[in-house]
């Protein structure tokens, strides 16, 4: 998942090689969270994960983010660069939503919580991964982060792909199409409603802070362009 933030903590250097403004930086990096949620809803109105075993989802998403990801080394413009971090976001719905239905398929129900909150404290981890490395080489060029990233994202899909089965506590098809009148049942649960809605909030202050800490903490608090990226890793990796 470290590809997701991959651009934004390269986001200055880009923005310097390429001219972009900071409302375009901005787009490259909102624009990942539109094709993850614009490949969720394929995916989920697909049926894809009933019908293709959930470690082949989560190669062929790592593959897919990894090679638009590169997609970033061969543009060399702002048009280019917005169309490969969608490609990014769409093709990692192939791999976290996946990923933690497969994680679940190890766990009885009422070991679920402790097990998913494993995985999103890898996610955190991962997400705060290209700070540290724009921190750690942050005076030479940007391409060897981009690289890097999208080599380590590539080879953990394949490693997912030869060495992770579904557990015993495989989950029923839940039929190959979508089932409108669900939807609508989903709707009317004030609870369940007001959960998704609790969670579209917390997305939104979560990864407005993720994107931005370096920046913040570079304008703001006047850290070097080495010691924002290493500060906003600990912000991150914290979670």
């Given amino acids: 998942m470290s590809i997701w933030f991959s651009a934004s903590a390269v986001l200055a250097a880009i923005a310097e090689d390429w001219a972009i403004t900071p409302t375009q930086g901005s787009f490259l990096t909102s624009m990942v969270n539109v094709g993850f949620c614009l490949g969720c809803l394929a995916s989920a109105a697909s049926g894809l994960p009933d019908r293709v075993p959930c470690s082949s989802l989560i190669c062929v998403g790592s593959l897919g983010a990894a090679g638009a990801n590169m997609g970033l080394l061969a543009v060399s413009g702002f048009y280019g660069a917005l169309t490969c971090r969608f490609l990014v976001g769409v093709f990692l719905a192939l791999v976290y939503p996946p990923g933690v239905k497969l ?12 097990a998913n909150g494993v995985l999103f404290s890898a996610f955190c981890l991962g997400s705060a991964f290209p700070q540290l490395l724009s921190g750690l080489i942050s005076e030479r060029s940007w391409r060897p982060i981009v690289l890097g990233i999208s080599v380590t994202a590539a080879a953990s899909g394949v490693l997912v792909r030869k060495s992770v089965r579904v557990g015993p506590h495989a989950f029923p098809g839940a039929g190959a199409t979508l089932n409108a009148a669900r939807c609508a049942c989903i709707l009317r649960n004030p609870q369940v409603m007001l959960t998704i809605l609790a969670y579209c909030g ?38």
Wanted: charged share 10%; glycine share 4%.
């Fill in 103 to 114: 994680l679940s398929t190890w766990f009885p129900p009422q070991e679920r919580g402790f």
């Fill in 202 to 239: 917390h997305q939104w202050e979560l990864f407005c802070v993720w994107a931005w800490a370096a920046t913040f903490m570079r304008t703001t608090w006047q850290l070097s362009a080495a010691s924002a990226p290493l500060a906003a890793f600990t912000v991150i990796a914290m979670g």
